[in-house]
């Protein structure tokens, strides 16, 4: 295979996962490395980065997967043999988180200026992306998570709690042959790669998705929450984010003895600016569109953006948003944009009115096995 890839699980930087299909197979960390390294780029503008290390991991991983995938005979740009996010559901073809994220990175790397590229090289990235297989089921208008999800039977929802998390009480193959979820990848791949998907899209993908979602991955609840916020379902936003906060506050996974769990603080914090700030980076300009919940009077934080510290002041009705001088930021007038209001924030408070989000009514899918007009076997 060509370019890089990195490992899963590792203690000496070789890859030390014991089971493949829940780690050697997950090759999305590939491409999650790239965006990291591509929103490092984007909220620092460190252009020495980009032009060295930046590029190079671009660069790399954008040739895994152009070695990885293939042009199938439909004329589309195929994944095949992989696991995303959600463990629940191992080694499959055009895993949707997988393609999306692949399709950003082929993206990123096919729009540098490098010398390291060759123009072949750079059509077969772009060809790749713009024909990335993205498995939809037209019955239910929704992205499938892989090109065989929908076809799985439906998990047991009569399944007792104690029986959670799944993997702890039932064997890998019975959890792969039904649909449930440990995370709603396809509803996180909607989220970091926001601008590729319409409101509907991300609507339809949450009312499908977020039922089937045990929960049993600390990295659910944060995500779930963020994308409820979006959508404008402000209580079920709220359920989300406090059962990420108190993880490990309540030790509500009974394994908190073992350690904190790191990465869902940072989505606990993700769920406060991205969720409930609405705040998404990585476009033309940052942008919020908020979404804080009714019981609370307001949020601040600050994030330092493009060399300048930019502080958040949210309130039921409005949000405030200012530069704060000091010598180590730069006070040159940011560009923001809060819903559909172009904003230019400088060392003066401006503040934004903002409307109440009404909540839209839940999506109504047909029947997945629908029975009308079948003959009755006797």
């Known amino acids: 295979m060509d370019g890089a890839l990195f490992p899963w699980r590792t203690i000496n930087g070789l890859e030390a996962s014991a089971y493949y299909a829940a780690g050697t197979a997950q090759f999305h960390i590939a491409a999650a490395i790239a965006f990291a390294a591509n929103r490092y780029q984007w909220a620092s503008g460190d252009d020495t980065f980009s032009a060295e290390l930046g590029a190079d991991l671009l660069i790399e991983t954008a040739r895994m997967w152009a070695s990885l995938g293939f042009f199938g005979k439909d004329g589309m740009f195929h994944i095949h043999g992989v696991t995303g996010p959600d463990e629940y559901t191992a080694v499959v073809n055009d895993n949707l988180y997988t393609n999306v994220m692949a399709r950003f990175n082929l993206?990123?790397?096919?729009?540098?200026?490098?010398?390291?590229?060759?123009?072949?090289?750079?059509m077969v990235w772009r060809q790749a992306a713009e024909r990335m297989s993205l498995p939809y089921d037209p019955h239910l208008q929704v992205f499938s998570q892989d090109n065989d999800f929908m076809t799985l039977e439906p998990w047991d929802w009569n399944t007792p709690k104690s029986k959670y998390p799944l993997l702890l009480n039932f064997h890998p193959l019975v959890i792969y042959r039904h649909q449930v979820l440990k995370q709603a990848d396809t509803v996180l791949a909607m989220f970091l790669q926001w601008q590729d998907f319409t409101a509907e899209e991300k609507q339809r993908a949450f009312d499908f998705y977020d039922p089937i979602t045990t929960g049993d991955s600390t990295l659910s609840a944060c995500v779930q929450g963020i994308m409820a916020a979006e959508v404008g379902y402000g209580d079920v936003a709220l359920q989300h984010f406090t059962e990420a906060l108190f993880i490990d506050l309540d030790n509500s996974h009974g394994n908190t003895i073992d350690g904190v769990?790191?990465?869902?603080?940072?989505?606990?914090?993700?769920?406060?600016?991205?969720?409930?700030?609405?705040?998404?980076?990585?476009?033309?300009?940052?942008?919020?569109?908020?979404?804080?919940?009714?019981?609370?009077?307001?949020?601040?934080?600050?994030?330092?953006?493009?060399?300048?510290?930019?502080?958040?002041?949210?309130?039921?009705?409005?949000?405030?948003?200012?530069?704060?001088?000091?010598?180590?930021?730069?006070?040159?007038?940011?560009?923001?944009?809060?819903?559909?209001?172009?904003?230019?924030?400088?060392?003066?408070?401006?503040?934004?009115?903002?409307?109440?989000?009404?909540?839209?009514?839940?999506?109504?899918?047909?029947?997945?096995?629908?029975?009308?007009g079948l003959p009755i076997m006797g």
Request: proline share 9%.
């Open 107 to 122: 993206r990123a790397a096919a729009a540098l200026e490098h010398e390291g590229i060759a123009e072949t090289e750079r």
């Open 261 to 372: 769990h790191i990465a869902s603080t940072g989505g606990i914090w993700s769920s406060l600016v991205c969720g409930f700030a609405g705040m998404r980076d990585q476009g033309e300009v940052l942008r919020f569109d908020p979404r804080l919940p009714v019981e609370w009077d307001g949020l601040s934080f600050r994030l330092k953006v493009q060399g300048r510290l930019l502080a958040v002041e949210l309130e039921q009705g409005s949000i405030a948003l200012t530069l704060v001088p000091g010598p180590d930021y730069s006070e040159e007038p940011l560009q923001v944009k809060v819903r559909d209001y172009d904003v230019t924030v400088g060392t003066a408070i401006v503040q934004v009115p903002l409307e109440d989000v009404p909540v839209p009514p839940p999506s109504i899918f047909p029947s997945v096995f629908p029975t009308a």
